[in-house]
């Protein structure tokens, strides 16, 4: 049988987490958890790497801008040093017609030069491109001072005596030149003159912007102009602002702009390159490049976003395929349970799912399936069991019933004849005085005894052996239950004496008719290989003074007794007194 505690679920199963749930989370969450790491790796990794690379175009940049701007530089007063030492200029009139078609001709190979001429020693312009400031002085100029001892690079400055001559910039700023000039000397070294060109400043400012310009305009990278004392000298709305504020484009502590440095608040990838031309064309100038950090990094952000989205598709594709797995996986177990409880309510064997997807989960249903017959097996060998063990106990119950009343038969009956035996007669007669004496006087009803005993019966016995006795008392009980009522107690009171009680009598005359009956039906009836028999009667009734059942015995004996002495086969009535 069940054990109800066996039913009774011992945890709150409903409360728990489903194993569907809890692998999902898990690997959905391992899966997201892998991924991020992944991306930021991955993110960090890049994010790396672009800002060494930006920061290694930020430095070849401004490299390569310092060096072409040197280069050109050098250039340019070699040419002028060049044109110094022509024959035409060392031993030619300087004011010659032919000198000023040099000067257009070279004006012509040199888009950056906005003007070329040739001064006396005392600064007097005798030829120039475009006839421009011929016959003027540049006595005051530097570039005169300067280029009557030795080649000259003068820094940029904003036009002078020319400024009303070139036409004025697009754009408005002012026009700047650079000079190059060299002393014209004759074959004994004395100064004849000086050969100067001002170059354009938007040449130089050209080439620094084709260096620049070969990165996409989405990059955000500048290049700017410093002069030997730090100030801007490109761009020019930077020029102009730093000659507002001073604090405009600030040095960084190392003294050099390299690497990450915050301008203004925004941070910025820059390198400083120092253009040096390494001779007089060494202005101290220094090419600063710099690019905004967040441009810079642009492509690493989007890189950013694209793997976060990526890491999201990915991370949902996981969980869903984490989710399918889980429900393979656990559907096999939800399987195996539901048929669990079912083997619990329906106690017989269900038909076990064969789905399982791995071996394990397989073997799992195998031993629970083997588990589960081998427990039904053993409830219906206990169940058969319990039967029999209930028909055994039913069966043993039964016969010890049989044997108690066959025993309580024993016990109240003769073994001779079947009829009461003398216990059972004192014990009824016991009853029958305590009733009269509780009922007797109002129901004016109460018991007799008769004595019956059989006459002459050693003769018997002796004539005809001891078993022919045996059948004569045995008929003779047979007799005496066929002449009274079946609520009378017949017994063998002992030997060939036999006892009967007679309930609920109104008056002697009763119980003298019953004893009667028996005298008269035993003198009557033949009793086969003995012949006649005949038997006396002592007759009496229950009396209120009897103090127990012996009194009424001894009376009916004393009756009896009488009937022997008066002559036998008779019935005497013995009354209280
Ligand atoms: N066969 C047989 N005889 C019994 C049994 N019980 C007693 N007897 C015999 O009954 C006889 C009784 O003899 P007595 O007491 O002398 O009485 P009686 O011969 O009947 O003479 P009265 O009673 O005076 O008529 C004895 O011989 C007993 O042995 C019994 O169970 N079977």
């Known amino acids: 049988m069940p054990d109800s505690h066996d039913d009774a679920p011992s945890r709150p199963v409903r409360r728990l987490p489903s194993l569907r749930r809890k692998l999902s989370l898990v690997l959905g969450g391992l899966a997201l958890l892998i991924l991020t790491l992944v991306g930021g790796y991955l993110g960090w990794m890049a994010t790396r790497g672009l800002h060494e690379a930006q920061q290694t ?22 040419e002028i040093e060049l044109l110094s030492a022509a024959p035409h200029l060392v031993e030619g009139a300087l004011d010659a017609p032919g000198v000023r078609g040099s000067l257009e001709r070279r004006m012509a190979q040199h888009d950056e030069f906005a003007w070329m001429g040739v001064a006396s020693a005392d600064g007097t312009v005798l030829q120039a491109s475009g006839g421009q400031l011929v016959g003027r002085s540049v006595a005051d100029r530097p570039w005169f001072i300067e280029g009557r001892e030795h080649t000259h690079v003068g820094d940029v400055h904003e036009a002078k005596l020319l400024a009303s001559l070139v036409p004025a910039r697009p754009d408005g700023e002012p026009t700047r030149f650079i000079d190059f000039a060299a002393p014209i000397r004759d074959r004994t070294g004395r100064l004849r003159g000086v050969v100067a060109a001002h170059a354009q400043w938007h040449w130089v400012v050209g080439m620094v912007e084709s260096v620049t310009r070969r990165h996409s305009p989405d990059s955000g990278m500048e290049a700017l102009i410093l002069d030997r004392q730090g100030r801007v000298l490109y761009p020019q709305a930077l020029k102009v602002a730093q000659a507002a504020d001073a604090r405009v484009l600030p040095r960084p502590a190392s003294g050099r702009f390299e690497g990450r440095h915050d301008i203004d608040g925004q941070p910025y990838l820059t390198w400083e390159e120092p253009v040096q031309a390494r001779t ?298």
């Open 280 to 577: 007089r064309a060494d202005l101290g100038w220094r090419i600063v490049v710099r690019q905004p950090l967040a441009l810079a990094l642009r492509p690493v952000r989007e890189l950013q976003r694209e793997l976060v989205l990526l890491g999201l598709l990915a991370a949902a594709a996981l969980t869903l395929a984490a989710l399918l797995l889980a429900r393979r996986i656990s559907r096999p177990v939800e399987q195996l349970a539901r048929m669990a409880e079912r083997v619990q309510a329906e106690r017989r064997m269900p038909e076990f799912p064969d789905q399982a997807a791995v071996r394990e989960l397989a073997r799992l249903g195998d031993a629970m399936g083997g588990m589960a017959r081998a427990l039904l097996a053993t409830e219906r060998e206990l169940r058969e069991a319990n039967q029999t063990l209930d028909a055994q106990v039913a069966q043993r119950t039964a016969e010890l019933q049989a044997a108690n009343a066959a025993l309580a038969h024993l016990a109240t009956r003769d073994p001779l004849t079947g009829l009461h035996n003398r216990r059972s007669l004192d014990a009824r007669l016991a009853e029958a005085l305590a009733l009269d004496r509780r009922y007797g006087p109002q129901s004016g009803r109460v018991h007799g005894l008769l004595l019956v005993d059989a006459d002459h019966f050693k003769r018997i016995n002796d004539e005809f052996g001891h078993a022919a006795g045996d059948a004569v008392l045995r008929q003779l009980a047979t007799v005496l239950q066929s002449c009274v009522r079946t609520t009378d107690v017949v017994a063998r009171f002992g030997g060939e004496e036999f006892a009967v009680l007679l309930p609920e009598l109104a008056d002697a005359r009763e119980a003298m008719r019953a004893a009667e009956k028996i005298r008269s039906t035993v003198a009557a009836a033949t009793f086969p290989g003995v012949g006649p028999v005949t038997v006396s009667c002592g007759v009496t009734l229950a009396w209120p003074g009897d103090v127990d059942a012996q009194a009424l015995v001894e009376r009916a004996d004393v009756a009896l007794y009488e009937a022997k002495r008066g002559g036998r086969n008779m019935v005497v009535l013995k009354a209280a007194s």
């Open 57 to 78: 175009a930020v430095r070849t940049t401004a490299q390569f801008a310092a060096e072409l701007l040197a280069s050109e530089l050098r250039d340019r007063e070699r």
